[in-house]
């Protein structure tokens, strides 16, 4: 390598650098600036703009802001109170981030479930969380359901899209309740005396060594998480973020989410992956950016070509495991102008970017 080649790597890794720093710099642990209000501070910048399009509805920032506050005043309702604990399982959707949000806004910690999960490696979550209040959907309710019997705990489940004769006594429609909430947003003296130290989150290991560890998740961490993509991806308004991600791990539930709502940019929600229908669907939606996981990417490099695999508007790819192996010929044979990867784990305390796009690299020490 030359050099003014690196010249032009040390300054790109040192931009890259910088802009990251300006957006986790304001993080402070005893500040009782917290996630939701990073979350608040973009609906009041962009109220109008659309903050997620997923394969129901879209909605605006103060949509997602008024839906997440009735999440917040339900909660409340229910008697719950700071250091409590709901558990959200719950597939990809608007009303997943609506509700830990807004749980968020009245000092509730959300335990985020692995939606894959079934019988007691299900319920050794739940009981881990502490959580005796869970919120779920019509795809999910059945999987805790069957866990119950192995959690040795009084458990309420509350869901989404539940139909009249399948409700009891330990078992509602969450749809009705949330919906009659108040839009406001709660006063902040709801959580006055939480800081950055507190929970937001927990988010569970994959359980390959085990059955899953749930990692806390204080909001200093969360918005590390988010502040910081938002950041390092150049994310502007004008942007559009394609997440087929899990919501319940951090790069899809964190570094996804927060590269795209907390610039004023679409988060464009999905289910799931689908490799056959990703670049259709990429291109439909407008996507300027992408959040991966190295698996997927592997997957659609070896999937026969597709008439719109270059016909998209994707200008960067980011998130991390895109092995050497697959990275030049994803990024040469879908046109991918730029892929920013990095390394970190749930529960691990250290991370690195690659900012100079360099092939297999997963971060740099500057000589």
């Not at 981030?97 to 479930?113: D, E, H, R, Y």
């Not at 959580?131 to 805790?144: G, H, L, M, N, P």
């Not at 009084?154 to 009249?164: C, D, F, I, Q, R």
């Not at 399948?166 to 800081?195: K, M």
Request: net charge positive; hydrophobic share 40%; glycine share 8%.
């Amino acid at each position: 390598m030359g050099l003014m080649a690196n010249i032009r790597r040390d300054m790109k890794f040192a931009a890259g650098l910088r802009r990251l720093l300006k957006r986790i710099k304001p993080i402070q642990l005893d500040s009782p600036d917290l996630v939701c209000d990073d979350f608040e501070e973009a609906v009041d910048k962009f109220p109008d703009n659309i903050a997620i399009v997923d394969e129901h509805r879209s909605l605006t920032y103060r949509d997602l802001d008024a839906m997440a506050n009735r999440y917040a005043h339900w909660a409340k309702s229910r008697g719950l109170r700071s250091s409590d604990v709901i558990a959200l399982v719950m597939m990809n959707r608007a009303e997943y981030l609506a509700a830990w949000i807004g749980f968020s806004k009245v000092g509730i910690a959300t335990a985020l479930i692995n939606t894959n999960l079934t019988g007691q490696a299900l319920a050794h979550c739940l009981s881990i969380s502490g959580a005796f209040q869970i919120v779920a959907d019509e795809e999910t309710w059945k999987s805790v359901e069957a866990a119950r019997n192995y959690v040795d705990r009084n458990l309420m489940l509350w869901v989404l899209g539940l139909k009249s004769e399948d409700e009891s006594d330990t078992r509602r429609g969450l749809d009705n309740p949330v919906r009659s909430g108040s839009s406001v947003r709660p006063a902040r003296a709801v959580r006055e005396r939480l800081t950055n130290r507190d929970t937001a989150l927990y988010i569970y290991t994959s359980g390959t060594t085990g059955l899953p560890k749930a990692a806390r998740i204080p909001h200093s961490r969360a918005r590390t998480y988010m502040r910081a993509f938002a950041g390092a991806t150049r994310s502007t308004p004008q942007d559009a973020v394609y997440n087929c991600l899990p919501l319940y791990h951090s790069t899809g539930g964190l570094v996804g989410v927060g590269a795209a709502l907390l610039n004023g940019g679409r988060l464009i929600l999905r289910k799931r992956f689908s490799a056959s229908a990703f670049w259709p669907d990429v291109k439909a939606s407008g996507a300027t950016l992408f959040v991966y996981i190295g698996e997927l990417c592997r997957y659609l490099v070896n999937c026969p070509e597709h008439a719109d695999e270059k016909a998209h508007g994707l200008k960067l790819a980011f998130g991390n495991g895109l092995r050497p192996d697959v990275w030049s010929e994803f990024q040469t044979r879908f046109a991918i102008p730029e892929i920013l990867e990095f390394y970190g784990s749930t529960e691990g305390n250290v991370s690195l970017f690659n900012f100079d796009g360099k092939p297999g690299a997963i971060g740099r020490v500057p000589a």
